[in-house]
């Protein structure tokens, strides 16, 4: 049948040759091109120390985001954890008492915060759900650990350093 | 010179002692072939034999047979054989039953063997293993100028034997092909 | 006088044994680098400076890891394999001359440990050998992966050595001579009576016969079947762990540096170089031949790179195309090989 795209090629198979058959030629020029290989630069990176730029959309460690005045933004709403598909975030809310308004900025905050690293698939919809603009999964590439229990990351390594420090 | 004298008999005696130990393995060795359940430990036994008919050219200075009999025998038949044995899988199942009439001219053959060797005992006289009259008989120069001076005939027909043998063992493997 | 030749042979056969325990080792270290450069990769680079420690970790592992012996296998074969791979692997060793008589104070050093007048037909019956504990420990390990790896082990070198024992009969009618050190010796310097002295310029068809068996032989890819990975686990050495593992693999790594020594020693000169004469003349007897195992090693070291260069270029063959090219193609070149330098050698003399 006649080809529409005009595109198909005819692909011949002759029985080779005599230098084919001898078969050396081909290993010298496989060779050869190894060769080549041995003296050209190698493309890889040298992992802990040197690292390879992030892309503008990549998504890693995921962390907690304070406001301008140094408050934490989250105010435990759980539509994060709602949203996981890896069921991979918890939290405790807990009801912001006087003389922390310079903590926390809406009158609930999450008590407590944890992340299983071991569960998130690092999808970014949590990021997508958070109506306070809380969380953002722009950190490094999270570092492997000897156990389990290690994985699961509380506020002390999710939450933003403060401000003034 | 006696003192060289001193070191050369000290030399012999102490060849001699060497011949014994290993003439002692090669027949524990051959034996062992015999006695040995699994026959793939059979072949084991049998490759060590070999290697002590090895050092027996050796302490004969006749290191080109010696060599050959490592290369041809241990090297090549025998792998040949642990390669069979290996693929045949041989267990005390597969043994097959021995009907009356092998077993008697087993024994048979068996006593016909013990009585050559016990005859041959008695004409035996004792001689010394180790010495050759001449040294150099086992090298390679010497023993390639006699083949090919004085044994040539035999030499080649010898020869001409193997490469029937090749063309036969050619000819009883393609013979199927050619008839189907 | 009896003694002090004892001595110093115990000398020179702890000298090579170390050294080509060093060689094996460093080849694993090489064989990684090797490969990384070939696939624009770094390389092991943690253990020391460019990871040049990286072989003793690895042995460190290798004597830590757990020693297995299956229930179902034989115990003693178990162990007698891998020990005799390692040793015919070393005892090749024996007859390389690895340089010229050196002299240090008043007494001549033989740079080699002996000269035995079949020295080639011993080499052959060593690597004939080498068969066995590849196929011992194949068969020991009652494994259906390590018997067929240990199977194609033992046709695959009964194939090469009849092509290799062909390839070396057409030197030997040139050299006349079974012993390695007369063989090097008449290759001596680099040019001589108006002809390269080297036996490669003499035997080219040869070289390349030996070398494509000499990759059959050590079970280097192309021709690594016994042990290829995608087919049969891990052939012949499947069963095994911890050192015993060590040693089979170290016996590869030995087996390739004598094949490249007996390489360099058969057809390119051995410890020989052009302009040796002069250099002898300027260091002396003691230093000049020094310089000549330098040389020797560097052929070595050169054609272990060649291993491991071809090792990452070609994909292995299939079974019955490495028995084909054994038996239909080696064999007859190298009988035409022989034919041609029995013709060449007739008329023009």
Known sequence: MESLTNRRKLIESKPLNFLERAYLPAILSGLRITGKHFFRKDVTIRYPEQKREFSENFRGQHSLKRDEEGRERCTACGLCALSCPAEAITMIAAERQKGEENLYREEKYAAVYEINMLRCIFCGLCEEACPKEAIYLDGDIVPSNFLRKDFIYGKDKLVEAPLNQ | MPILKKGQRYFCNYKMSLFYFIAFLSILFALLVIFSKNPVHSVLYLILTFFTFTIHYVLLNAQFLAIVNFIVYMGAIMVLFLFVLMLLNLNNDSEPVKTNLVKFAAIIGGCCLLLTVAASLKVASPSIPVVLANPNLGLVKGLGKVLFTQFLLPFEISSLLLFTAMVGAVLLATKDKTNA | ?349
Request: proline letters at 4%; glycine letters at 10%.
């Open chain 3, 1 to 349: 006088m009896e003694l002090a030749f004892v001595g110093q042979k115990f000398i020179l056969v702890g000298i090579i044994f170390l050294i080509s325990l060093v060689v094996a080792m460093y080849s694993t270290y090489a064989e990684r680098k090797v490969a990384a450069f070939f696939q624009d990769r770094v390389g092991p680079n943690r253990a020391g400076p460019f990871g040049i420690l990286q072989p003793l970790a690895d042995g460190a592992k290798m004597f830590m890891k757990e020693e297995i012996i299956p229930t179902r296998a034989n115990p003693f074969l178990f162990i007698v394999g891998p020990s005799l791979a390692i040793l015919t692997a070393c005892i090749g060793t024996a007859v390389i001359p690895w340089g010229q008589k050196m002299t240090i104070g008043s007494t001549v050093v033989d740079l080699q440990v002996t000269d035995i007048n079949v020295g080639v037909l011993y080499l052959f019956g060593v690597v004939s050998l080498g068969v066995y504990g590849v196929m011992i420990g194949g068969w020991a390990s009652n494994n259906k992966y390590s018997l067929l790896g240990a199977i194609r082990a033992a046709s695959q070198n009964i194939s090469y050595e009849v092509a290799m024992g062909l390839s070396i009969i057409a030197l030997l009618m040139i050299t006349g001579t079974l012993s390695l050190r007369e063989i090097t010796e008449q290759q001596h310097g680099f040019w001589k009576d108006g002809y390269f002295s080297w036996n490669f310029f003499k035997q080219p068809l040869g070289f390349l016969l030996f070398i494509v068996c000499a990759f059959a032989e050590t079970n280097r890819t192309p021709f690594d079947l016994p042990e290829c990975e995608t087919e049969l686990v891990g052939g012949y050495h499947t069963e095994y762990s911890s050192m015993k593992l060590g040693f089979y693999l170290f016996a590869e790594y030995i087996n390739m540096f004598v094949s490249s020594a007996v390489m360099s020693t058969l057809y390119f000169g051995g410890y020989n170089y052009p302009g040796m004469d002069y250099v002898n003349e300027q260091l002396g007897n003691t230093w000049g031949p020094l310089v000549g195992v330098a040389v020797l090693f560097g052929k070595i070291i050169f054609f272990i790179f060649f291993f491991m260069w071809v090792r990452w270029t070609i994909p292995r063959f299939r079974y019955d195309q490495l028995m084909d090219l054994g038996w239909k193609i080696l064999i007859p070149l190298a009988i035409a090989n022989i034919v041609l330098t029995g013709l060449v050698s007739t008329f023009l003399r």
